[in-house]
């Protein structure tokens, strides 16, 4: 191969410098990506086998789908991305972990922290919020009887995400 041949003429600290470059662009581009995937998710202009076309499994399309979509609400973590700065093993789970509060402090955690120990904070999350969803499921409640005077009276506790806000409507 001609360019390993090439590769083998340069000295070192070249090739260290030339990795790091490629690296760092080659992340810039995926980022890119990302924001046209997005803009093409938007106007429904994917194609159905748009995973296939690009070589993907449809959980790794839907999964950079959704990381693009968190990105636009994260602009530290976005500009962390934009300039290359997070590998996609570091940047999915970081897009998992922050928010628009923790948006700086999650992206700064990020730049140095391992994949590994961003994917376990990320579960970490995720079963913390699993076991609040499932705390405030089970504290529903509802009692219904009838007054003296015929009317239907009734008293309830319904977290807004289980139907609570259809009844603050009323």
């Known amino acids: 191969n001609e360019l390993l041949f090439e590769l083998r003429c340069w000295d070192t600290d070249r090739l260290r410098v030339e ?16 924001a046209l995937t997005r803009v093409l998710d938007e106007r429904d202009a994917l194609a159905k086998d748009q995973a296939a076309r690009d070589g993907e499994t449809e959980a790794q399309s839907r999964r950079k ?9 994260l602009p530290n973590l976005g500009a962390a991305a934009m300039n290359g700065e997070l590998s996609d093993e570091q940047l999915e789970p970081a897009a998992d972990l922050a928010d628009e509060d923790s948006d700086a402090e999650v992206t700064e955690r990020a730049k140095g922290a391992s994949p590994l120990e961003l994917q376990r904070m990320a579960r970490e999350r995720r079963r913390a919020a699993r076991e609040d969803s499932v705390r405030r499921r089970n504290r529903r409640s509802l009692r219904k009887w009838r007054d003296d005077d015929g ?4 008293r309830f506790e319904l977290p807004l995400e ?6 603050e409507r009323f």
């Not at 790091?20 to 581009?29: A, D, I, N, Q």
């Not at 789908?65 to 609400?73: H, P, Q, S, Y």
């Not at 009317?151 to 009734?154: A, D, L, M, Y």
């Not at 289980?162 to 009844?167: F, K, M, P, S, Y």
């Open 19 to 34: 990795r790091e470059r490629v690296m760092v662009e080659r992340r810039k581009l995926r980022t890119r990506e990302l």
């Open 65 to 73: 789908r959704e990381t693009a979509e968190k990105l636009e609400r």
């Open 151 to 154: 009317f239907v009276c009734g």
């Open 162 to 167: 289980h139907g609570g806000a259809v009844v």
